[in-house]
């Protein structure tokens, strides 16, 4: 953690008007170390978003930022609204982001007031406004001009992923295959099918998009006073992708009621009236842009990322635990275990989910 005369000196480089006051860590993100900063601008407390990125995961932090600049600068073009989009602060060099002396990337955001997001959606209203916004947020991108910069190759290719966990399999470099057996073979009796969205994007059935790439429901801000979705944060995976990597996050992330790391795995199911609030705000604002077979695929896409990002943990806890942070003794195993138990719920359920796309669609 930074002190706060380091945070001061980060905050000088950059174009925020006003004096330092204070800064305190925010947020509850795995990947970046991230603080809230208030400055006094004429007698009124502001606040901003001051963030460090994480290089070991984003290898190309100048073509992440850039990508985040052309979005956020269409989003805000087109809505001509500071909240429904993210506001990037310039540091004084021109740039919209600096580099320490210890060679760490950081950037400041202005911090939108009077919204919050939810770790675990509370209500279906609250479901349906954060999946219509990233919808929103899909069909906005869908005439930015060019191509976006893959900040991280194949991040959403499942066939890969799991190639990863056969590789984390065969160095067990900490020991740890024996007390992940039944959840190695959990993934591997599903790896058949794990390559079909990618098979259908060659084939020409589903299109590329840009896509936000990590669409935990908190990373939606929905308004305080409306209940309205209005912004989504978190930008550092948008790139190119699939719409179902999006679609299929938000099944995972915001249909459970229990936590991502719930030990309980009693507690774990998918919700099918939160699944029913997610595909409807999402093809609320979403369905103009999206073809038949995007919309075929929409409940498989909730399986199938589930599955990876569970695939991923899992890994990662072979692998030492290098990439997502952890608070506990096997917390990514606990990880992993709560995105298979959902899978399952998933699993049983997918003829009804089908059966409500083709409804939606009529």
């Not at 979005?71 to 740039?95: C, E, F, I, Q, W």
Request: aromatic share 8%.
């Amino acid at each position: 953690m930074k002190s706060l005369k380091e945070i001061r000196n980060l905050c000088s480089r950059f174009a925020v008007p006003g004096d330092f006051v204070s800064a305190e860590p925010y947020g509850s993100g795995h990947i970046n170390d991230t603080y809230a900063v208030t400055f006094d601008q004429a007698g009124s407390r502001i606040r901003y978003i001051l963030q460090r990125l994480n290089t070991v995961v984003f290898r190309d932090p100048v073509g992440l930022m850039e990508n985040i600049r052309r979005v956020t600068g269409h989003l805000a073009a087109k809505n001509g609204d500071s909240r429904s989009t993210l506001t990037l602060v310039p540091a004084l060099d021109g740039n919209v982001w600096i580099c320490d002396g210890d060679g760490n990337y950081w950037r400041i955001y202005l911090f939108i007031e009077h919204a919050k997001s939810f770790d675990v959606l509370e209500t279906a209203d609250q479901a349906y406004e954060a999946a219509k916004a990233f919808g929103k947020f899909q069909a906005d991108l869908t005439d930015l001009p060019g191509r976006l910069t893959e900040t991280i190759p194949d991040f959403h290719n499942t066939p890969k992923r799991i190639a990863q966990l056969e590789e984390a399999i065969r160095a067990d470099v900490c020991g740890r295959v024996r007390s992940a057996e039944r959840e190695i073979e959990f993934v591997l009796s599903r790896k058949e099918e794990a390559g079909t969205l990618i098979r259908l994007n060659r084939e020409g059935a589903i299109p590329e998009r840009i896509t936000h790439n990590d669409t935990k429901l908190n990373n939606v801000l929905i308004d305080t006073e409306s209940g309205h979705g209005i912004c989504v944060i978190d930008l550092d995976t948008v790139m190119p992708g699939l719409a179902h990597y999006d679609f299929g996050d938000m099944v995972r992330t915001g249909t459970s009621p229990a936590a991502e790391d719930e030990r309980d795995l009693s507690r774990v199911e998918m919700r099918f009236p939160m699944f029913e609030a997610l595909l409807r705000g999402y093809c609320a604002s979403a369905g103009a842009f999206l073809n038949p077979v995007e919309f075929e695929y929409l409940p498989f896409s909730g399986k199938l990322i589930t599955l990876e990002i569970g695939t991923r943990f899992l890994a990662d806890y072979l692998a030492g635990d290098i990439y997502f942070k952890i608070h506990r003794d096997g917390h990514n195993l606990d990880r992993a275990r709560t995105q298979f138990a959902l899978v399952q719920s998933i699993e049983r359920q997918m003829d009804r989910m089908n059966a409500l796309v083709r409804e939606i669609q009529k």
